[in-house]
Antibody, heavy 120, light 111 residues
Framework: QVQLVESGGGVVQPGTSLRLSCTAS????????MHWVRQAPGKGLEWVAS????????YHADPVKGRFTISRDNSKNTVSLQMNSLRAEDTAVYFC?????????????WGQGTLVTVSS | QSVLTQPPSVSGAPGQRVTISCTGS?????????VHWYQQLPGTAPKLLIF???NRPSGVPDRFSGSKSGTSASLAITGLQAEDEADYYC???????????FGGGTKLTVL
């Protein structure tokens, strides 16, 4: 069955960096676009970044552009989110999600999420 | 302020029908981008409920249906059940922002 498992969350100070990883199993990873979506405590969903199935194109939301970078390694079935210059407003649960094949931006499987807390 | 506007809350009694609206603009829903809907039960990850306006993934009951017209979309839930109590989000793409966008979410309460 499809599984997405995020890791790498934790408590960090403002201005520091963190790298999130998402390991996929149960499907052909290299055939699907992948996304990161976050949810601040008690708030709604916010799209963060996406990457094409082959890694050739990457997109980032304006609030994280220039600070966060999405990447993938199809040989290891992983998608990562490198987060630099973290701010308090980046505090959230970060979900990785699989894009449904041939349905642009429809996220059909999600991981359980990893919590990132940015606080001094 | 979300680009896609949803009512903060809706409610209904068991067995009733409720609808959740998602209002966009000419740069997203009105630009013919598809809308997708997600259900998020308390303390869990979101689940894809409707994709490409009106399609259900396998396993989603036919009590859930979606529609889209112009700059608006709707999610309808018939035969409301206690287990439907959750947050619901619409999602699309906005060509002006060049970003994937979510609605602010709607909390459904089953009375």
């Amino acid at each position: 069955q499809v599984q997405l498992v995020e890791s790498g969350g934790g408590v960090v100070q403002p201005g520091t960096s963190l790298r999130l990883s998402c390991t996929a199993s149960g499907f052909t990873f290299s055939s699907h676009g992948m996304h990161w979506v976050r949810q601040a405590p008690g708030k709604g969903l916010e799209w963060v970044a996406s990457i094409w199935y082959d890694g050739t194109n990457k997109y980032h939301a304006d609030p994280v552009k220039g600070r966060f970078t999405i990447s993938r390694d199809n040989s290891k079935n992983t998608v990562s989110l490198q987060m630099n210059s973290l701010r308090a407003e980046d505090t959230a649960v970060y979900f990785c999600a699989r894009e449904r094949r041939n349905i642009w931006n429809a996220l059909d499987f999600w991981g359980q999420g990893t919590l990132v807390t940015v606080s001094s | 302020q979300s680009v896609l506007t949803q009512p903060p809350s809706v409610s209904g009694a068991p067995g009733q029908r409720v609808t959740i609206s998602c209002t966009g603009s000419s740069t997203n829903l009105g630009a013919h981008y598809d809308v997708h809907w997600y259900q998020q039960l308390p303390g869990t990850a979101p689940k894809l409920l409707i994709f490409a306006n009106n399609n259900r993934p396998s396993g989603v009951p036919d009590r859930f249906s979606g529609s889209k017209s112009g700059t608006s979309a709707s999610l309808a839930i018939t035969g409301l059940q206690a287990e439907d109590e959750a947050d619901y989000y619409c999602q699309s793409f906005d060509t002006s922002l060049a970003d994937v966008v979510f609605g602010g979410g709607t909390k459904l309460t089953v009375l």
